[in-house]
């Protein structure tokens, strides 16, 4: 698709924004270009702190707390000069012209008014239309991002409503003055894969029928890929590339582009089952729940062999991290057992002997809150060594360098350092060592990867799998991140409301046919094909994606009924 | 028009122009505002107004000077990290740290500062000030200079003890009920509800009422104390022992430890003050429990303390080298805004007659025993007062600052 | 609206049982007394005879426990019992000036409550500007100073030095309502000034916490104008803070009336209680302490339950 040079409505020139810190302005945005034209689609992609939200904002020319525009800067929109333009000049843009569509919709409506309320409070303000007019227009727009109960959902209250549905909703609310422009902001972060896919489609869908130009900002490639008719690739508040959406993906130019492209090349053989031995961690039919709560987990078993890697996926809610709790004692199940090398596990974490305690490590998914910030990198990892092996003076020190060796760190470097001056992957490094330390044979890794920047992932996940065949190590991977389960598991077990689904070798469960719920979940994986959507929402139709086809697996189906066993 | 009229104008107006002039639009913001509320007061009240409102800028000016020569002078003797911090200090928070200060030398140095003694009857009552009495005497004829000064150690070490054991027991309390939950930290926490429910100043009357003032028993004091030490001890024994053996070897050296220090208490504070301690103490570590609770709690959920509970790591480890180092900031600040309020929560009692007992020099009790010169419009009951005032305004500053620091910067 | 009912009387409940744990306490706390009450009137020099009399007049003789069965069933009907002192019944000590108390209480608060909360708006709007650092050290200076200070230095100015106001509050049944705001004025103004600055902060604490919310954002991004934003999306979420706040300084007031009646020489219940302290007059102690805490309570009550109505999440369930 191209675009004409007089449709210009966007023009964004030499944009440097400051932000407050530490008693000082620092620049945050470092002279950035952005043209976008009537009707385009303009991706935002980068990593956190690449400065995406605070474009996004600028380009209503609205400045967030604590962050200013700079002298110098243009924003014009539709000839009209944002950064010199008085308050009043610039309110009536908003809501009217260029609409806002928030990461979390459901923080970001007013918990106190109904939603139709909000909806036509901007088209109402405006004299565009009248109140009544206003309202039979939002359950048009309702209608047609296919939110279920068109006609009575608007006059609920945002906490009565789910997520999915309120995200649709604050689309809709952004389209209520029909502006030329929409800046969605992460509109799908906080989502689940198989709730996102419905929100996509209908925000895509949406876009093209009024022919509404956005900006999509994003942290996700692949949808993105969905999205955008062009890409904008941001690395720490500077722009690295833009181009046309397929040109961007088949043929990116930067190095920095590509190493986001080429990441999950890496792929691990799958190893089988070792014959004839007893399963390392076994989980025998544990139903699982929180101080009387209703059950988390439901019938829950599964094998883990020595050696090998076996990942859990599931959404939120599906009970993978509690399976792990589980596992190592911080919730005791109401029902069932663990056992270990065939042996019973003592429920809680409480009545484990020390060496029962070291057999079992875990990694964690946000290495911030899983390092003590006030405690030396020598110590995090010299404290299991000396707990469980008695190790002191030199001997404990040649520990400590050893198991930095081991991760890739330079002793005499981070010996005496303190997390906060780490970077998010060498934390990670230094929670794999603490977990090293223990000696264990068997590690829970609760999406160790999720919260890294895509090639500090990939590279944690090398040095996962070299310790695997070094050490023998057994994992349990826990992940919504399909791409990590292709790379690095052996087997799989898919969980969905506390249960098992289905489990079985990666090669296996990656071909067809799957149980209704895997087959929902793997194609809801957004990919970076960009007719992924269109093709997807081809094959199943429009009504299968998302909660109406949860709601369509028939329960009769074979696979679903082999399950229940 | 006088000399004085026509220079301070002049004065202000020069400064607000060159403030204009080198766009320092706060400070001509301030400046020019004064200038507006000297023409009204002075319109109005004619040239006295006209000379306090002078006398204010000019001691505010004066206090914001030494501030700043005080932060410099900080953070030339500091480090380079704690001068770092220092630089962040606004001038109110370096007042107070001077003020803090200066209170604290008045009331190590006392007996070397005061001309007199603490008790020692001088002149007549009420007489005037002289060469010889800074301040004019009180209504027994007592230095009121003197007794101000020794004031400041007796009213502030009493306060600061209270206000330790009240931290000690609720900060134990508190960080004990986070590391463990469940039934422990449902009965503490419902106990502190109990006792925060009942207003402060109520309940210490309550107390004294039944334990205090000048009827206070030795005995009494010293058992009490020693019941406080064991209940201490036993949060102690509850986060470190382990086993049996370990309770009944914890037991013996708690007992023990608690009577020697209650002996070392008694032997410093005679009765009534060791009950006015133990009655701040109890009143005030809900209060700490409260927010060491809070705080500890937005630790415990940290997975780096998941992961020491899965290694194995006792109660006592937990607390000392995962959750205190991360509590710190917020429990200091906190311990300034808790003497703030157990040293207003001591001055009222004294000021009422019920706290610290004649004839220990203590500043609630001299706004009391000189009050009735209010009505023939002398301050001297305002100076005792005052003293209690400032060091508060001079803790809380500091402590907001402290605060601000801890909170991140958010806003 | 079940759940409203619920989580209501559920409080409710627990208010009561709290008042009730606090009537064990005020009343067990005077067994705890190093002898007994007798022995504690009487003093050391008491002759055994003299002492088994009191007891007896006391009804000492009945286990604790069923003394304050009956000393509760008495207190629910105001009925305290008679002052060890005087003799005098203790409802008739208190009564009239619980009444005082309320009037002083209610008269700053009339003052404080609106003046504080609308200044702890702009402060709030105008945060970080010279005008919120100056508010900031004004109120933080008056939270700081003991009310003894504040209201002496106001009889000094007002009352001494310029004759404006009388500075003895002391009330007469002849006096006229505008005479009686008038002698009241300076004790009401010492209570304002320090409940207006707590009041302040925590209204400005509120609305700053409120306006970072992301629906503030949203409203703004909306084009919705300033006054809007406020009236709009910001109020109909503040009032469960606010009220919080009012409680919370209402609740405030009840304890900082004691030291300002003293100042002023009050005729209200604080000064009653301190005289009762000071003579070891119990009945009167546990009735004033019970009154207290019970106020203080009730404040708290109306806090929580108050937010619990304003809430929408509550309002409209699921």
Request: proline content about 5%; overall charge negative.
């Amino acid at each position: 698709m191209k675009f004409k040079e007089s449709d210009v409505l966007l023009k964004i020139r030499d944009l440097k924004i400051q932000g407050y810190s530490d008693e000082t302005w620092v620049d945050i945005i470092k002279g950035v270009d952005l043209t976008l034209h009537r009707g385009e689609v303009m991706g935002l992609i980068g990593e956190s702190g690449a400065g995406k939200s605070t474009i996004g904002a600028a380009a209503m020319g609205y400045a967030r707390d604590g962050t200013r525009i700079v002298e110098g800067s243009s924003i014009e929109f539709d000839g009209m000069e944002l950064t010199n333009a008085s308050e009043a000049d610039k309110r009536a843009l908003r809501g009217s012209r260029i609409a806002y569509v928030a990461q979390s919709a459901a923080a970001s409506f007013n918990p106190a008014h109904k939603l139709i309320d909000q909806h036509t409070e901007a088209p109402v303000q405006y004299r565009i239309k009248k109140r009544l007019e206003a309202q039979e227009d939002a359950i048009e727009l309702y209608e047609r991002l296919r939110l279920p109960n068109p006609q009575e959902i608007g006059f609920r209250y945002p906490h009565q409503v789910s997520g999915g549905q309120l995200q649709r909703a604050m689309t809709a609310m952004a389209m209520s003055c029909r502006p030329d422009m929409i800046i969605f902001d992460e509109p799908t972060t906080a989502l689940d894969v198989t709730t996102q896919i419905e929100v996509l489609a209908a925000i895509r869908d949406i876009v093209d029928q009024f022919n509404t130009a956005a900006i999509y900002i994003t942290h996700d490639l692949a949808v993105v890929a969905q999205m955008a008719d062009t890409i904008k690739v941001l690395l720490k508040g500077e722009e690295v590339e833009e181009a046309p959406t397929d040109q961007m993906l088949s043929n990116p130019k930067e190095d920095y582009t590509k190493s986001l492209w080429a990441v999950r090349s890496f792929t691990v053989e799958q190893k089988a089952r070792p014959k004839d031995s007893v399963p390392l961690i076994s989980i025998k039919n544990v139903d699982a729940s929180y101080s009387n709560g209703p059950k988390i987990l439901d019938d829950v078993s599964f094998d883990i062999y020595e050696g090998m890697t076996v990942a859990v996926v599931g959404e939120s809610g599906s009970g993978k991290s509690t399976t792990a709790r589980v596992i190592t004692g911080l919730l005791p199940p109401s029902k069932g057992e663990v056992l270990f090398k065939g042996e019973p596990f003592p429920p809680s974490y409480k009545d484990r002997t020390k060496d029962q305690l070291r057999q079992c490590q875990m990694i964690y998914q946000m290495a911030d809150t899983a390092l003590n910030p006030k405690v030396q990198i020598s110590e995090i990892i010299g404290r299991p060594a000396q707990f469980y092996s008695g190790l002191k003076g030199t001997a404990l020190k040649n520990r400590v360098d050893e198991l930095l060796d081991l991760i890739e760190l330079e002793p005499a470097k981070y010996y005496n350092r303190f997390p906060p001056e780490l970077s998010g992957g060498q934390k990670q490094r230094i929670g794999i060592a603490r977990a090293l330390a223990a000696e264990p044979s068997f590690i829970v890794c609760d999406e160790v990867t999720s919260a890294l920047d895509q090639l500090v992932a990939e590279g944690i996940l090398r040095l996962l799998d070299r310790l695997q065949k070094e050490l023998n190590l057994a994992y349990m991977f826990i992940t919504h991140d399909l791409a990590t389960v292709r790379s690095i598991a052996d087997e799989v077990v898919v969980m969905q409301n506390g249960q098992v689904v289905e489990q079985g070798p990666k090669d296996d469960m990656f071909t067809p046919p799957h149980h209704p719920y895997t087959d929902l979940l793997l194609s809801s994986v957004p990919e970076m094909d960009p007719n992924w959507l269109t093709t997807l929402l081809e094959e199943r139709g429009i009504d299968n994606i998302g909660d109406a086809a949860m709601a369509n697996i028939d329960p009769d189906d074979e696979k679903v009924e082999g399950t229940q066993v | 028009m006088s000399f004085f009229v026509v220079g301070y104008y002049a004065l202000l107006l020069v400064t607000s122009c060159l403030a204009a002039y080198f766009n320092q639009r706060q400070a001509f913001l301030v400046l020019f505002s004064l200038t507006l509320v000297s023409f009204v007061l002075g319109i109005v009240g004619g040239v006295p107004a006209l000379r306090a409102v002078a006398t204010c800028a000019g001691l505010l000016l004066f206090a914001g000077m030494i501030a700043y020569a005080f932060r410099e002078f900080l953070i030339y003797l500091s480090s380079d990290d704690m001068g770092k911090e220092l630089r962040t200090a606004p001038l109110t928070a370096a007042f107070g740290m001077f003020v803090i200060f200066t209170y604290a030398i008045m009331g190590i140095f006392a007996p070397w500062i005061a001309p007199h003694g603490e008790a020692e009857v001088i002149s007549s009552a009420f007489a005037p000030a002289d060469e010889n009495m800074l301040l004019g005497a009180d209504q027994l004829g007592r230095d009121m200079f003197s007794r101000i000064v020794f004031g400041a150690r007796n009213t502030v070490a009493l306060a600061l003890v209270g206000t330790t054991l009240a931290f000690i027991l609720g900060a134990m309390a508190g960080l004990l009920a986070a590391t463990k939950g469940g039934f422990f930290d449902g009965v503490m926490g419902r106990t502190a509800d109990v006792i925060m429910s009942i207003p402060s100043l109520i309940f210490a009357l309550l107390m004294l009422s039944i334990f205090g003032g000048s009827l206070a028993a030795p005995s009494t004091s010293f058992w009490l104390l020693t019941g406080f030490f064991c209940v201490v001890g036993l949060l102690f024994l509850a986060a470190a022992a382990e086993g049996a053996m370990g309770w009944l070897i914890g037991a013996a050296i708690a007992v023990g430890v608690a009577v020697g220090l209650a002996l070392f208490g008694t032997s410093i504070f005679n009765a009534s003050e060791v009950i006015l301690i133990l009655v701040v103490a109890i009143i005030y570590s809900p209060r700490v429990y409260r927010l060491t609770r809070a705080v500890a709690g937005n630790v415990v959920v940290m997975d780096y303390i998941e992961a020491a509970k899965l290694r194995g790591e006792g109660n006592w480890y937990l607390i000392r080298r995962e959750i205190l180092p991360n509590s710190t900031a917020p429990l200091i600040a906190e311990f300034g805004l808790e003497f703030c309020f157990v040293f207003l929560l001591i001055a009222g009692l004294s000021f009422l007659g019920l706290g610290i007992q004649p004839p220990t020099a203590d500043w609630g009790s001299m706004v009391r025993e000189n009050a009735t010169l209010i009505s023939f419009g002398d301050i001297t009951p305002l100076i005792p007062a005052g003293a209690i005032a400032l060091l508060t305004v001079a803790v809380n500053f500091v402590v907001d600052w402290m605060l601000h620091r801890s909170s991140g910067l958010k806003e | 609206m079940g759940d409203i009912i619920k989580l209501v009387g559920k409080r409710l409940g627990l208010g009561l049982l709290i008042l009730l744990i606090i009537s064990i306490i005020i009343f067990f706390m005077v067994e705890l007394l190093p002898g007994d009450i007798a022995q504690a009137v009487l003093g050391q020099g008491a002759t055994a005879e003299n002492l088994k009399a009191l007891r007896t007049k006391m009804g000492l003789d009945d286990p604790a426990i069923v003394r304050y069965l009956a000393w509760l069933a008495d207190a629910v009907t105001f009925d305290f019992g008679r002052s060890i002192v005087t003799d005098e019944k203790v409802t008739t000590i208190i009564g009239e000036r619980f009444a005082n108390t309320l009037f002083l209480a209610a008269y700053a608060a009339v003052i404080a409550v609106p003046v504080s909360i609308i200044l702890g708006v702009v402060v709030a709007l105008l945060r970080n500007s010279v005008f919120d650092k100056v508010a900031n050290v004004v109120t933080l200076s008056f939270i700081s100073s003991p009310e003894f200070f504040l209201g002496y230095i106001l009889i000094l100015y007002f009352s001494v030095k310029w004759g404006i106001f009388p500075s003895i509050a002391s009330l007469s049944d002849s006096m006229s309502f505008w005479e009686l705001l008038n002698r009241t004025f300076l004790p009401a103004l010492t209570l304002v000034l320090v409940v207006m600055a707590h009041m302040m902060r925590m209204t400005r604490a509120a609305i700053i916490n409120l306006l970072a919310s992301p629906y503030i954002e949203m409203a703004k991004l909306k084009g919705a104008p300033p006054w809007k934003v406020i009236v709009k999306h910001a109020l109909p979420n503040a009032w469960a803070p606010i009220i919080n706040v009012i409680a919370l300084n209402l609740a405030y007031l009840i304890t900082g009336v004691v030291l300002v009646e003293v100042v002023f020489v009050y005729p209200g219940i604080g000064q009653a209680l301190v005289d009762a302290v000071s003579k070891r007059d119990f009945p009167v102690v546990q009735a004033c302490c019970l009154i207290f805490a019970a106020t203080f309570i009730l404040l708290n009550l109306a806090a929580d339950v108050g937010a619990i109505l304003t809430n929408p999440r509550l309002r409209h369930p699921k």
